[in-house]
């Protein structure tokens, strides 16, 4: 089977940085995906790392460490709409597994 | 393009009650998705069709939950009979192959199961 850890919530102000981590334990491993998840709406697609390393996008940024099943997801110049959930996802195979979710409130 | 739509939006039922949910994917896309996502969890895939095939339904509830897309593209989601339990958020989600990473979800029919 597989499993992803991540911590359930993080708080921080407005123009900080955040970085949110996502263990994992699964077989067949392809690549760590990040969406976010504003209240009420769907899932959106933000970074994938198929390859160790940083993967940068604008103020986002992910990385993954396939020796240590270990990613993060790091939110730079954070903004009042950052305030959402956001989940690390493994790719098994042709299909995505989520975890359960990382709630980021952001502070003026 | 135009996105993955979803409906309805919100349904209340009761338990024992059956209920249907519809999805249209993006244009082209070969692979659709079924997500549960209870309050406070993540997604959990249902079941994944690859144009009109199921390539995986491993975790869908056979006894109480079915689900087609026969002309491979447009999908139904079916519970019958529904339980409490079973309120949650159903997401459909699609891509353009089987494997790809970035999937794009639709706004989801929120369930309510009293």
């Known amino acids: 089977g597989q499993s992803l850890e991540q911590p359930s919530e993080v708080t921080a102000v407005e123009g900080a940085i955040v970085q949110i981590n996502c263990t994992y334990q699964?077989?067949?491993?392809?690549?760590l995906s990040w969406y976010q998840q504003h209240d009420g709406g769907a899932p959106t697609f933000l970074s994938y790392?198929?390859?160790?390393g940083l993967e940068e996008t604008g103020r986002f940024s992910s990385f993954l460490s396939r020796s240590d099943s270990y990613g993060y997801l790091l939110l730079q110049e954070l903004q009042m709409k950052d305030s959402a959930s956001y989940f690390c996802?493994?790719?098994?195979?042709?299909?995505?597994?989520f975890g359960a979710g990382t709630r980021l409130t952001v502070k003026p | 393009e135009a996105g993955v739509a979803q409906s309805p939006r919100y349904k209340i039922i009761e338990k024992r009650q059956s209920v249907a949910f519809w999805c249209n994917p993006i244009?082209?896309?070969?692979?659709l998705y079924w997500y549960q996502q209870i309050l406070g969890q993540g997604p959990k895939l249902l079941i994944q069709?690859?144009?009109?095939?199921?390539?995986?339904d491993s975790q869908l509830p056979k006894d109480r939950f079915s689900a087609e897309r026969l002309k491979g593209v447009d999908s139904t989601l079916k519970i019958q009979p529904a339980k409490l339990e079973d309120s949650a958020v159903y997401l459909c989600?699609?891509?353009?192959?089987?494997?790809?990473?970035?999937?794009?979800f639709g706004s989801g029919t929120r369930l309510t199961v009293v």
């Open positions: 989600a699609s891509s353009l192959i089987g494997g790809s990473y970035g999937y794009t």
């Open positions: 699964t077989s067949g491993f392809y690549g």
């Open positions: 790392n198929a390859l160790d």
């Open positions: 996802a493994v790719r098994v195979n042709n299909d995505m597994r």
């Open positions: 244009s082209g896309h070969a692979t």
């Open positions: 069709f690859q144009n009109n095939g199921v390539v995986d």
